[in-house]
């Protein structure tokens, strides 16, 4: 999560080339991939045996900035099972890593196929977090924790600000502690972020608005 880098138990971190940071990626979510679809993957216009030469100075450039074989490279491609994955963490734990996202910020525009991969994940990896912050801010307020459930769901909105979801459980949590004008605040604040993000035209504002509707419950 975040930009992509290697870093060894000793604390040194390693910056990593963005086909290379697919290709961790890639073996780390989706498990073992023929080396021949890897090369498809991250080379789509270039002759399959120039695509897995590619793939083969890839990996040793991998190897000598890492010192360590990362992944066992037959004609299928495996991540190394001793390889911490943040990402991974997230998808077994929920537990969320502030503010960072798959690969943030390395473009892979010109490689549709990794584009859509990394949303598709990324969608996945918001959904853990999200159900991460449900169930224990829901634990909270069971537990009449209110100000510490309003705690968690300031972080949820600032993690994921287009939220409604992050959004409404803030306000519910502001609500239960008395504190009505916390919850319009984060109500009006969730409203202007979606005005700024999206822009929406007259029309878009006619028929998306009225129907989003934010309750306090």
Known sequence: MGPPRLVSPAG????????????????????????????????????????????VHLLRRLREASGADLVDAGESLTLRPEL??????????GKPEAGRDLLDGTDFD????????????????????????????ARMLQEGDATEAAALAERWTELDPMSEEACQVLMRAC???????????????????????????????RSVLPGKSIRVR
């Open 110 to 137: 010109d490689l549709p196929d990794v584009s859509e991969w990394i949303l598709a994940q990324s969608e996945r990896l918001a959904a853990a977090k999200a159900g991460w912050y449900r169930e224990n801010i």
């Open 175 to 205: 609500y239960e502690q008395g504190d009505r004008p916390a919850a319009l605040r984060a109500y009006h604040r969730y409203k202007q972020g979606c005005a700024t993000k999206s822009e929406p035209t007259p029309r878009q504002k």
């Open 84 to 93: 911490a994955v943040d990402a991974l963490e997230v998808l077994t734990t």
């Open 12 to 55: 040194r971190a390693v910056s990593l080339e963005r086909k290379t940071a697919a290709l961790l990626a890639y073996l780390a979510l989706e498990g073992t991939m023929p080396r021949g679809q890897i090369a498809d993957l991250l080379w789509p216009e270039t002759p399959t045996s120039s695509a897995r030469n590619n793939l």
